[in-house]
């Protein structure tokens, strides 16, 4: 009997011993040995790893962060963060003097714009060039909004953005698509500071003078002293030069010789189905695909017929000023200054 005794009891005081010891219990930095291990060994090591990469992204903008579309003249980057909100239009028609490399719109403006108007809105800017030698023409001709920005050995490279507001929705918008508008709209800073990067071309800020300017300078290169002797001509005012152009180019299409289609901004594709000849209609079983009545199926613009320009009716699509005929001199001195 005292044997059991004995043993109970020091089952008793084991049992005692067992349950002083159990239980959760923080060490001296009150981190449990329980739960969670990850809350005891931390994570100090992720976290470093963490803020190294975060180091890394903070670099300027690279090639990597920028999808490149590549001109025979030049190479030009668009950011890549934007890319699902921007519809990039590389345009392959060349004028006489300037020449669009691509045009950057804001994707739903421009989608929802054709839908309801059959016209482009949403533009943001332009990227174009001229050559050197015929730079000198340029002025005087209409290209509102439009800087020089770079030059390489044969080029001078264009920006230009639209002189009219571009954001559009059918519902008017919201606060948060115009803010957002509004951040499109200074992307071009980041393509203009790229292209010198990725392009052998430098940072240039020449003046594309306009027509009161040129006025001036051919006044004062064909002075009136080296014309008149007596009397003036009537027309010109003894300048020689003819009144109704500048250097001989139709005021109408400012020597170009056509425009742009209107309809299409120059694009060529039908607005309804975007050029692809098809668009769709129905919902669940019923949702086919079926051609487009308004170009019937040619996805061509329907007012130019897929040219992507009309002629000029003005000067009969030569670009020439119809009252010189292109030769800038005045119609009634023939260039002389006198009457």
Not at 80 to 90: F, G, M, P, T
Not at 153 to 181: H, L, V
């Amino acid at each position: 009997m005292k044997k059991i005794t004995k043993i109970i009891l020091v089952l008793l005081l084991v049992l005692v011993a067992f349950s002083g010891c159990g239980g959760s219990r923080d060490d001296d930095s009150g981190r449990s040995y329980y739960g969670d291990y990850s809350s005891y060994y931390g994570t100090s090591s992720k976290e470093d790893t963490s803020s190294k990469d975060t180091s890394k992204n903070s670099s300027s903008t690279t090639s990597n962060d920028m999808k490149i579309y590549s001109f025979s003249v030049a190479k030009i980057g668009i950011p890549k963060e934007y890319a699902s909100q921007l519809a990039v239009v590389k345009k392959s028609e060349s004028g006489k003097t300037y020449n669009v490399l691509l045009r950057v719109y804001e994707k739903t403006s421009k989608l929802e714009s054709e839908m309801d108007m059959d016209e482009s809105l949403g533009l943001l800017f332009e990227i174009g060039y001229t050559k050197i030698s015929k730079f000198s023409s340029m002025s005087g001709q209409d290209y509102p909004n439009s800087k020089v920005f770079a030059k390489d050995s044969n080029n001078y490279y264009i920006y230009t953005e639209p002189s009219d507001y571009q954001f559009y929705r059918s519902d008017g918008g919201t606060a948060t698509e115009e803010k957002n508008w509004q951040k499109l709209q200074k992307i071009g800073d980041t393509v203009k500071s790229h292209f010198l990067k990725i392009n052998d071309a430098k940072s240039c800020t020449t003046k594309i003078k306009d027509s009161d300017e040129n006025a001036n300078n051919y006044s004062s290169k064909h002075s009136t002293s080296s014309y008149v002797t007596s009397q003036k001509c009537s027309l010109c005012k003894g300048s020689g030069a003819c009144n109704h152009c500048v250097f001989g180019h139709c005021p109408s299409c400012n020597g170009k010789g056509r425009f742009d289609c209107i309809t299409c901004i120059g694009m060529g594709d039908c607005g309804s189905c975007g050029g692809s000849g098809y668009t769709y209609r129905g919902t669940g079983l019923n949702f086919k695909k079926v051609q487009c009545s308004r170009c019937n199926g040619s996805g061509d613009c329907r007012s130019c017929g897929g040219r992507r320009y009309d002629n000029c009716a003005v000067c009969g699509s030569t670009g020439n000023c119809s009252i010189c005929d292109g030769t800038a001199l005045c119609s009634l001195c023939n260039g002389t200054g006198k009457r």
